[in-house]
């Protein structure tokens, strides 16, 4: 069975532009869950989709946006990139039990 | 914010049981434990959960206390990789609630 599945690895931007992160999440899963890790701190929650509807939201500016589309994948939106968004981007999918984390994206702003 | 209290680093012999302690006192009747490892710079990986029983699977073994107050997550014979960042998390057991890391326990395996 495939895991949660992100793209790409890594991304590269520019100050003020805008990244696309993708999240295949394991098949049946309906929830995914968006998170950001920067260097040497700690996980911070994001958002959460299910079923198509944004659940919760963690406490980030509004140009971190996303959505779930109707095969239940997601893309997490960053706008108008600061060099603080460098981070690891993790997202996750579950059920009502556990939830399976991919290997993330790591986001470079220069 | 987190509602868990973990030691901040912990070393464990290679071979010996690595006991990692987690302090829950707030934790509410529908909530479970539940323990994630993070290896440098990967995703995070479920290792157990439970809500009141010891639980134990391939991986660990969990005890929760009676007053389900803290709880140890057990890992028999640790090897160098489990080395990692550990994280106990209390959650809701429906709904799909998210979960909510604190900055866990960095267990160091020594050969």
């Given at each position: 069975?495939?895991?949660?599945?992100?793209?790409?690895?890594h991304?590269?931007?520019?100050?003020?532009?805008?990244?696309?992160?993708?999240?295949?999440?394991?098949?049946?899963?309906?929830?995914?869950?968006?998170?950001?890790?920067?260097?040497?701190?700690?996980?911070?929650?994001?958002?959460?989709?299910?079923?198509?509807?944004?659940?919760?939201?963690?406490?980030?500016?509004?140009?971190?946006?996303?959505?779930?589309?109707?095969?239940?994948?997601?893309?997490?939106?960053?706008?108008?990139?600061?060099?603080?968004?460098?981070?690891?981007?993790?997202?996750?999918?579950?059920?009502?039990?556990?939830?399976?984390?991919?290997?993330?994206t790591?986001?470079?702003?220069? | 914010?987190?509602?868990?209290?973990?030691?901040?680093?912990?070393?464990?012999?290679?071979?010996?049981?690595?006991?990692?302690?987690?302090?829950?006192?707030?934790?509410?009747?529908?909530?479970?434990?539940?323990?994630?490892?993070?290896?440098?710079?990967?995703?995070?990986?479920?290792?157990i959960?439970?809500?009141?029983n010891?639980?134990?699977?391939?991986?660990?073994?969990?005890?929760?206390?009676?007053?389900?107050?803290?709880?140890?997550?057990?890992?028999?014979?640790?090897?160098?990789?489990?080395?990692?960042?550990?994280?106990?998390?209390?959650?809701?057991?429906?709904?799909?609630?998210?979960?909510?890391?604190?900055?866990?326990?960095?267990?160091?395996?020594?050969?």
């Amino acid at each position: 069975e495939a895991g949660v599945t992100q793209s790409p690895t890594h991304l590269i931007k520019t100050r003020g532009q805008q990244a696309t992160l993708r999240c295949s999440p394991i098949s049946g899963h309906t929830s995914v869950y968006w998170y950001q890790q920067a260097l040497g701190l700690g996980l911070q929650f994001l958002l959460w989709y299910d079923e198509g509807e944004e659940r919760n939201r963690g406490n980030f500016p509004p140009r971190f946006s996303g959505r779930q589309f109707p095969n239940y994948s997601s893309e997490l939106n960053v706008n108008a990139l600061e060099l603080e968004d460098s981070a690891l981007y993790l997202c996750a999918s579950g059920l009502t039990t556990e939830a399976f984390f991919g290997q993330g994206t790591r986001l470079t702003v220069v | 914010d987190a509602k868990t209290t973990q030691p901040t680093s912990m070393d464990c012999a290679e071979g010996r049981a690595a006991n990692l302690p987690c302090n829950h006192s707030t934790i509410s009747g529908n909530e479970y434990v539940y323990w994630y490892r993070q290896i440098h710079s990967q995703g995070p990986q479920y290792i157990i959960h439970g809500l009141k029983n010891n639980e134990t699977n391939e991986m660990a073994s969990l005890i929760i206390t009676e007053d389900r107050k803290s709880s140890t997550l057990i890992l028999p014979h640790a090897t160098l990789r489990d080395t990692a960042v550990y994280y106990c998390i209390v959650r809701a057991g429906f709904g799909n609630e998210k979960l909510t890391f604190g900055t866990g326990t960095r267990l160091t395996i020594i050969p």
